[in-house]
């Protein structure tokens, strides 16, 4: 299901922690298995359980709270729009109906051409930026006026022409 190399990371990843907590390691281990599949599947969340010597379940705990590990295939985009309270009342929710409209779909929904993944997020920590999001779990955004969703969305479809 995953490759050697990625195995051998995993071996990286453990050898940071005691041996008897080897689980520590789990956060990582998901983020290895993400980064090579796209995403975390029940049978991954299994392997890793496995690897790491613990319940599936608790793999599973992990992945599911944290909204940065996938657990179905995503587009190439996914873009996670902060919809909490302090970002809701500087018009984060208007930055998410603005970008199911753009993009013609609805919160954890894919477009047709699998460029893009709309999500809604919790807090990211910049709620004087807001409305904020964050692309790819990796890249923040601020002070997304529907003009930059718009440059964002456009830009990053025009890169995929040029590609």
Do not use: W
């Not at 991954?44 to 590990?69: R, W």
């Not at 970002?87 to 753009?102: F, I, N, T």
């Amino acid at each position: 299901m995953i490759s050697e190399e990625s195995k051998a990371r995993f071996a990286k990843e453990v050898a940071k922690y005691p041996a008897d907590q080897k689980q520590s390691a789990v956060m990582a281990c998901l983020t290895i298995v993400q980064q090579e599949l796209g995403y975390v599947s029940a049978e991954s969340e299994q392997l890793v359980a496995d690897y790491l010597g613990m319940p599936a379940i608790a793999v599973h705990e992990v992945t599911s709270f944290y909204n940065m590990y996938n657990q179905q295939p995503v587009g190439k985009y996914k873009l996670n729009v902060c919809t909490n309270l302090p970002c809701q009342l500087r018009d984060g929710g208007k930055a998410m109906a603005h970008l199911k409209e753009k993009l013609g779909v609805d919160n954890n929904q894919t477009t047709a051409d699998g460029l893009f993944t709309l999500q809604q997020c919790e807090c990211l920590g910049a709620c004087a930026d807001s409305p904020v999001m964050l692309v790819n779990d990796t890249t923040m955004c601020s002070f997304m006026s529907n003009d930059k969703l718009d440059q964002l969305v456009d830009g990053l479809r025009a890169a995929e022409v040029k590609s």
